[in-house]
């Protein structure tokens, strides 16, 4: 009996392993439970904190309230479109498209995010040498403008840098006109001569031009003396202005740099046509006018919508050679449009 007790209990010895063995895999679930509700507790926790810190830093320092929630806002949306951008690239990799078969909206996504990218990376550089955030912090409080992308705007500085961006803008509108005058007198045909020198002239008094007057000229503007390749440097340099871009680089690159952003606003009308106009938010139908030289912030929503349908009719009969013709229309037709529906 007692080597059947002996027996039995090395057996129940041998045994109890086996049954701590069966016992650990609801050991490691209800481990990995409780870790996971750990961390859930502790971002509430964090979540509550940075709402109690927000809340009082908007009772006591309204002004760092602000730039903090612009800043948090401009992150989080930084982030979200960075991961939009990279879910294209995935999908243009992967069917093999290019940037052309995408639609409206996601070749303005990729365009404007480039753009952002552009703009940023002289910040990036600058904050790379040690203890060189001290100097990128002090800039981007003196020229927020000029350093910080538009995430990090706040509405207010949204509204006046637009009007500070379009007031350089429209500073080379005259020698725009004035170069295109200068063009005329040099054309060979005298008919095409006297009605370009009219154009300008009219604009020049504060008419606005027709579609129809801009598509009669099309073909001056694809060879000598105004097509894009053919135009005097001056000139380039002032229409590089009308679309943000530096004038400060030599003429050859200025006109590649030029026909490039051209033929990509084309390639974006062509696909805003097929979306239509009546697709777009108010936000994107600002944006849309302001990129093709309208300052669409000072107008009403009807008055952008009728605007773009005018461009997008000259815009969507022109050719690639024809790209200094739109170019010069970012001029001629935005110059006068709030005088002329006032």
């Known amino acids: 009996m007692a080597l059947a007790r002996a027996g039995c209990g090395w057996g129940l010895r041998r045994l109890s392993p086996a049954r701590g063995t069966l016992r650990s895999p609801g050991c490691c679930l209800s ?8 961390l859930a507790a502790v971002a509430s926790k964090v979540k509550q904190l940075n709402s109690s810190y927000e809340r009082f830093l908007e009772r006591t320092c309204p002004r760092f309230y602000l730039l903090h929630a612009t800043f948090t806002r401009g992150v989080q ?22 940037s052309q078969q995408l639609p409206y909206r996601e070749q303005e996504r990729l365009r404007q995010f480039r753009r ?28 927020p403008r000029q350093i910080l ?24 509108y005259p020698l725009v006109l004035s170069s ?13 001569q006297g009605l370009l020198q009219q154009l300008c002239a009219q ?15 099309r073909a001056l503007f694809s060879g000598s003396p105004l097509g894009l390749n053919q135009l005097q440097v001056s000139h380039v340099r002032a229409l590089s202005q009308v679309l943000f871009l530096t004038p400060y680089l030599p ?37 849309a006018c302001y990129l093709r030289g309208l300052d669409s912030t000072h107008l009403g929503l009807a008055e952008c919508r009728a605007w773009m349908e005018q461009w997008l009719r000259l815009s969507c009969r022109l050719q690639a050679s024809e790209a200094s013709l739109l170019a010069n229309s970012m001029v001629l037709l935005s110059l006068n449009y709030s005088q002329a529906k006032a």
């Open 180 to 192: 295109l005058a200068l063009a005329a007198s040099s054309l060979p045909e005298p008919r095409l």
């Open 203 to 217: 604009v020049q008094g504060g008419c606005q031009p027709q579609v129809a007057e801009l598509c009669a000229l």
């Open 251 to 287: 003429g050859a690159l200025l006109r590649r740099r030029l026909r490039s952003h051209l033929l990509e606003i084309l390639q974006l009308d062509r696909a805003l046509r097929q979306l239509g106009l009546g697709q777009l938010s108010e936000q994107e139908l600002r944006a």
């Open 77 to 98: 949306a930084l982030f979200l479109e960075a991961r939009e951008v990279r879910r294209i690239k995935a999908r243009m990799a992967q069917q093999q498209l290019s």
């Open 31 to 38: 481990t990995r439970a409780g870790s996971r509700s750990l």
């Open 149 to 172: 992308i538009r995430h990090f705007w706040t509405p207010a500085q949204q509204l006046q840098f637009l009007d500070a961006n379009h007031a350089r803008r429209r500073r080379s």
């Open 116 to 143: 952002d990218l552009l703009k940023a990376t002289p910040a990036l550089l600058i904050a790379l040498p040690p203890f060189a955030n001290f100097l990128l912090l002090l800039l981007m409080y003196l020229f």
